[in-house]
C-alpha cells in the first residue's frame, strides 16, 4: 500500500466541509462507505470513492439509502469501520436501518447534510430541519448521539469525534451538518496521524463458548465480537436477550433490553455532551445556537458587547443527548434566550424545557441564508425589554 | 422408479443395514418419514410425546438400507440413522 | 431406538431447539441440506456467516451454529453485501423468504445479482407471507385464495429463476424440498462457486397457505411436489413455471463471471500500484 502520508492528509488545506467530512472518516479509520448521491452530501461520496482504493477501504453505491444502511451495519459487523452520507429525504429512508444499528448496538457514522425540507424541498439551499429527526426518526424508545459542527475544521474533528463515539459505546452516530457547512470553503489543520485520537471497540476476553454478544460491561456496552473471528453469535433486530436470542414474548427481556440500550447513552451522557460558551460569565441574554447558526449567532453577540450589552453565546456542539443540563445552568444566570435556528421549531422546544421559567425567544429561519447578525442583534436587544 | 436393465455389478454389492435413531420430544408429527421412506420401515407409533405428536416407530427394522432419506427429509432433526457394522452378519 | 445425538447437533443452537416452524414446514427441510452441505464440503465452520430476513425463514439464522445475523424487512442481501465486500474472506450465505426477498427487498436482490456480488441466496418459496397469517406476495400463484385475495390472487407471480437470471446471477436453481438431495448438492456447489449464486426452494407452508389451498397437510404439499415436478436441467428460465399441474425445477444458469469482490480488488491494486509509482 503506499505510504502513511496518503491516508491522513497532514497539513494545512483549504477544503470543502464534504471533503473534511471524508478525510476525517478516513483519519479516523473509516475502511468502508455504502452510500447513495443526494444533493449537498453528493461530494461525500464521491470523495470516498476515489480515496477508499488508495487506503485499503472499499466504497459501494448501493442501490438506495435503505440498502447503504443495510450494507454499512453489515461492514461493521464484519469489524471494519463503516459510514453513510445522505441529507433528509435519504435520512428518511435510513431511520429503519438506524433503529436496527442501534438495536444491534453497532458502532457506525451517518452523516447528513441537511437540506431545506419536507420532502424533496430544496436541495441546493440548506436548512436545520432534521434535528428532530435524528432523534425521533426510527420507531421505538432509542437514543442517538448527534454532533453539530459549525465550521469546515469541526466538521473533520467532529466526524473523527463521531466514530470515537459510535466505538466507544457501540451505537450509531450522527453528524449534523447542513448545505452551506458541507459546501463552503475553510482553512482547515490536519494533524500528523498520530496525534489523532482514534478509539477501538472493545473485544472479547472471553473464548467463543463463554460469550454473550450482548452482555454489558460496568460501562453498559458489551464488548462486541465480529464476524469471521469463531464466536459464532446470533444478532437480531428482535428483542433479545444477552445471548442474542430473541425473547418476543418477555416483559422483563423487553424491559432489561430497552433501558440498558437507552441508559448507555443517557447515564454516559456527561462523557459524551459538548457545548461552547463564548462570553457568558456576565451574560444577560445568551443566545442558543448550533451549527451553521452560531456563526451569526457569535458575530451578533460580538456586535451586542460593542453596543454595550452583556450577551453571550451558548453553542451547542451535541445535539443528542441534548444538553440540558447546560442549558439550565445557562437560564438561571441570564434573563432571556434567544434560540437561533434554521427550521420553523426543533431544538427550540428542548431549550425551552432546559429554561423552565427563563423566556426564550425563537428566531426561525427557512430559506438559503443563515440570520443575519443585525436581525440577532435586534432579537437580543428585544430579549431584553 | 423403473431401470431398463439389471445393473451389472448387482450381485457384487452388499446392501447396507441400518439403524434408526428417534428422538422422540423433537417431533412434531408431519409425517415425512413415515411417507416418504422408500422401504415402508416406518409407521406412526401410539404413543404421544411430550407436545402431544405421534412419533414414528420402526416397523420392519430389518428393511432399513441407510438411504438416510428419513434424516434428510426430517424438518426437525428429531430421526437419523446409523450404518449397522455387518462384518458378523446382520 | 435410543436418545442419541443427531449427526448435525454441533451445527445447531440446541438451547433454541425445537424450531418454532410448524408441522410440515419446509423450513426445517432447507435447514436440514444446508448444514448437510457445510458439513459435507468441510467449510471452515467460523468463517460463515449466516444472514436472513423477516418472515418464517428468517428465524433460521437463530438455529444455526455460525455467525449469525436477523436483518430488518427486506435488507439481507444488502446487509450481506456490506459483510461480504467489507471482508472478502467470509463465506456469506442469505436463507430468506420469497416476500422479504422479492417485495421489500426486490430492488437489493436484482442489484446484488447485477454486481454479482459473491454472496450465496436460498428462497424459500412458500408462495405467501406465512409469519403474518398468509397475506399474497410476490410469488402467490394466479388466482390461489390468501387472506388478503379473499377471491382469488389477480396477479402474476414472479418466475423467479428467470428474475435472477436476467439479473446476472451466475449459478440459478429452483428444487423443492421434496428434491433434498439434489438441493444439497445445488448448495454445495453455489458454495463453491465465485459470484452470486440463487436457488429457490419449494416449500411447503400446509398450516397456512396449503390450508387455504386445498392442501392441508405437509405430505399433502410435498405430494404435489412429487406429482408436479419435472426436472428440466438447462432448459430456459423465462418458461420455468409453476402451475398446479406443473413445477419445473433444475439447474437453469451455470456461468463464469467475475465477481464484484474480485474486481473491486483487482481495480485497489491497480490504484495503489499506480500511486506507489507516483511515489
Redesign the interface.
Known amino acids: 500500500m503506499a505510504g502513511k502520508d496518503r491516508v491522513v492528509l497532514t497539513g494545512k488545506h483549504f477544503m470543502q466541509g464534504d471533503i473534511a467530512c471524508a478525510e476525517g472518516a478516513i483519519a479516523a479509520g473509516c475502511r468502508f462507505f455504502a452510500g447513495y448521491p443526494i444533493t449537498p452530501a453528493t461530494e461525500i461520496a464521491e470523495r470516498m470513492a476515489r480515496r477508499l482504493p488508495e487506503v485499503g477501504g472499499v466504497y459501494i453505491q448501493m442501490e438506495d439509502e435503505l440498502g447503504s444502511m443495510a450494507a454499512v451495519i453489515g461492514a461493521s459487523y464484519a469489524c471494519v469501520k463503516s459510514m453513510t452520507a445522505t441529507s433528509g429525504p435519504g435520512f428518511s429512508l435510513m431511520v429503519e436501518n438506524i433503529g436496527l444499528a442501534f438495536m444491534t448496538e453497532t458502532p457506525c457514522v451517518v452523516v447528513n447534510v441537511m437540506r431545506g425540507g419536507p420532502s424533496t424541498g430544496q436541495p441546493t439551499k440548506p436548512s436545520q430541519q432534521d434535528v428532530m429527526q435524528a432523534k425521533w426518526g426510527s420507531h421505538g424508545d432509542y437514543e442517538i448521539i448527534a454532533l453539530a459542527p459549525s465550521s469546515v475544521q469541526e466538521v473533520f474533528d467532529l466526524t473523527i469525534e463521531a466514530f470515537n463515539f459510535s466505538e466507544t459505546y457501540r451505537t450509531p452516530v450522527v453528524v449534523l451538518a447542513d448545505e452551506i457547512i458541507g459546501h463552503m470553503r475553510e482553512r482547515v489543520i490536519i494533524p500528523e496521524a498520530d496525534e489523532i485520537r482514534v478509539v477501538n471497540r472493545k473485544k472479547p476476553k472471553v473464548p467463543p463458548g463463554e460469550y454473550a454478544p450482548f452482555r454489558p460491561d460496568e460501562d453498559l456496552v458489551p464488548p462486541m465480537a465480529c464476524f469471521g473471528e469463531g464466536y459464532h453469535f446470533y444478532a437480531s433486530g428482535l428483542t433479545h436477550d444477552e445471548s442474542g436470542h430473541p425473547q418476543t414474548d418477555s416483559a422483563e427481556a423487553q424491559r432489561k433490553l430497552v433501558q440498558r440500550l437507552c441508559d448507555k447513552i443517557r447515564k454516559n451522557a456527561d462523557k459524551i455532551v459538548k457545548t461552547e460558551g463564548t462570553m457568558l460569565e456576565d451574560a444577560e441574554v445568551a443566545v442558543v445556537a448550533y451549527g451553521v447558526t452560531s456563526r451569526s449567532g457569535l458575530s451578533a453577540v460580538r456586535k451586542a458587547r460593542e453596543a454595550g450589552i452583556k450577551a453571550g453565546l451558548l453553542r451547542l456542539v451535541t445535539l443528542w443527548p441534548f444538553p440540558a443540563e447546560e442549558v439550565s445552568q445557562v437560564a438561571k444566570k441570564v434573563d432571556a434566550i434567544v434560540v437561533l435556528e434554521m427550521n420553523y421549531g426543533q431544538i427550540v422546544r428542548e431549550v425551552e424545557r432546559a429554561a423552565k421559567e427563563t423566556p426564550v425567544i425563537f428566531l426561525p429561519k427557512l430559506g438559503e441564508e443563515p440570520h443575519k447578525p443585525a436581525e440577532v442583534l435586534w432579537a437580543i436587544r428585544g430579549a431584553l425589554q | 422408479m423403473r431401470l431398463w436393465r439389471k445393473p451389472l455389478d448387482a450381485d457384487k454389492i452388499k446392501i447396507p443395514r441400518g439403524e434408526i435413531h428417534i428422538i422422540r420430544e423433537r417431533c412434531k408429527g408431519c409425517g415425512f418419514c413415515i411417507e416418504f421412506c422408500p422401504r415402508e420401515v416406518l409407521e406412526q407409533s401410539e404413543e404421544f410425546n411430550e407436545k402431544g405428536f405421534h412419533p414414528p416407530k420402526v416397523k420392519d427394522k430389518d428393511k432399513c438400507v441407510v438411504c438416510s432419506f428419513c434424516e434428510a427429509v426430517c424438518p426437525d432433526f428429531a430421526i437419523f440413522t446409523v450404518e449397522k457394522n455387518c462384518e458378523g452378519g446382520c | 431406538?435410543?436418545?442419541?445425538v443427531?449427526?448435525?447437533?454441533t451445527f445447531?443452537?440446541k438451547?433454541?431447539?425445537?424450531?418454532i416452524?410448524?408441522?410440515?414446514?419446509?423450513?426445517?427441510?432447507i435447514?436440514?441440506?444446508y448444514v448437510?452441505a457445510l458439513k459435507d464440503l468441510n467449510v471452515n465452520?467460523?468463517?460463515v456467516?449466516t444472514?436472513s430476513g423477516i418472515g418464517c425463514i428468517g428465524?433460521v439464522?437463530?438455529y444455526i451454529?455460525?455467525?449469525?445475523?436477523?436483518?430488518?424487512h427486506?435488507?439481507?442481501v444488502?446487509?450481506?453485501?456490506?459483510?461480504?465486500?467489507?471482508?472478502p474472506?467470509?463465506k456469506v450465505v442469505i436463507i430468506s423468504g420469497d416476500g422479504d426477498l422479492f417485495a421489500i427487498g426486490g430492488?437489493?436482490f436484482i442489484?446484488a445479482a447485477r454486481r454479482n456480488v459473491d454472496i450465496q441466496v436460498i428462497c424459500a418459496n412458500n408462495f405467501n407471507y406465512g409469519m403474518t397469517g398468509g397475506q399474497y406476495g410476490p410469488t402467490t400463484p394466479l388466482d390461489a385464495w390468501t387472506t388478503t385475495t379473499p377471491y382469488g390472487n389477480i396477479e402474476h407471480p414472479f418466475n423467479l429463476v428467470h428474475l435472477a437470471a436476467a439479473s446476472g446471477a451466475v449459478y440459478v436453481a429452483r428444487w423443492t424440498?421434496?428434491h433434498?438431495?439434489r438441493l444439497?448438492q445445488s448448495i454445495k456447489k453455489a458454495l463453491q462457486k465465485e459470484g452470486f449464486s440463487f436457488i429457490e426452494v419449494i416449500t411447503p407452508c400446509p398450516e397456512i397457505y396449503g390450508r387455504y389451498n386445498k392442501m392441508k397437510?405437509?405430505?399433502d404439499m410435498?405430494n404435489w411436489f412429487r406429482k408436479a415436478s419435472e426436472i428440466r436441467d438447462y432448459s430456459d428460465p423465462a418458461k420455468a413455471e409453476i402451475t398446479p399441474e406443473r413445477i419445473v425445477i433444475g439447474e437453469f444458469v451455470d456461468i463464469e463471471k467475475p465477481s464484484f469482490d474480485k474486481l473491486?480488488r483487482d481495480?485497489?491494486s491497480k490504484?495503489?500500484e499506480k500511486?506507489?509509482g507516483e511515489?
Open positions: 431406538m435410543s436418545e442419541d443427531h449427526p448435525f447437533e445447531l443452537r438451547e433454541m431447539i425445537p424450531h416452524w410448524c408441522e410440515g414446514c419446509g423450513n426445517g427441510i435447514l436440514n441440506c448437510r465452520i467460523d468463517k456467516v444472514v428465524r439464522s437463530g451454529n455460525t455467525d449469525s445475523y436477523h436483518t430488518t427486506g435488507r439481507a444488502a446487509f450481506a453485501t456490506g459483510v461480504k465486500v467489507a471482508k474472506e467470509l430492488n437489493h442489484h424440498t421434496l433434498l438431495r444439497t397437510t405437509g405430505i410435498m473491486l481495480m485497489a490504484v495503489q500511486m506507489v511515489e
